[in-house]
């Protein structure tokens, strides 16, 4: 059995390669946002990073406790210069599930979209406060 030893710079130089191949075939892209999510007294807030993209093209479901954030963007480009044809097409999608505390008050989440960061609030659901029950005289 022949093994080849190949030296640590050799390897390196072989990853590099590999890795400046690995994304010429595949036109598609496929990316997951950033996200930060806040604790505070009266909720959560979430910010999502969602650059390049508008409100049109999210979507967030809510199904019992999971909350999905999801896209789906085709761009298309044709053009026609010299007697060729040239067509592109790039495809774009994402999607990320989160399991939302029991605390959340469903009815009043809200969500709002500015300049490619797509903001939630989830707020908490009023504690049980203690009640008084007045004792009547018969």
Do not use: H
Not at 12 to 23: I, K, T, V
Not at 105 to 122: C, H, M, Q, T, Y
């Amino acid at each position: 059995m022949n093994l080849v030893r190949y030296e640590p710079t050799t390897l390196s130089l072989l990853n590099s390669f590999d890795r400046l191949f690995d994304g010429i075939f595949d036109d598609r892209s496929v990316s997951v946002p950033a996200v930060d999510v806040r604790d505070t007294e009266t909720g959560w807030n979430m910010e999502v990073d969602l650059p390049g993209l508008t409100e049109k093209d999210v979507e967030v479901k809510l199904d019992n406790n999971l909350l999905t954030i999801s896209s789906r963007k085709e761009q298309k480009q044709e053009e026609k210069k010299n007697g060729y044809l040239l067509r592109e097409r790039k495809t774009s999608s994402f999607c990320r599930s989160f399991v939302l505390p029991e605390e959340v008050d469903r009815e009043k989440i809200e969500a709002a979209f500015a300049n490619g960061v797509l903001s939630l609030s989830f707020p908490k659901l009023p504690a049980a406060q203690p009640k008084t029950i007045e004792v009547k005289v018969k």
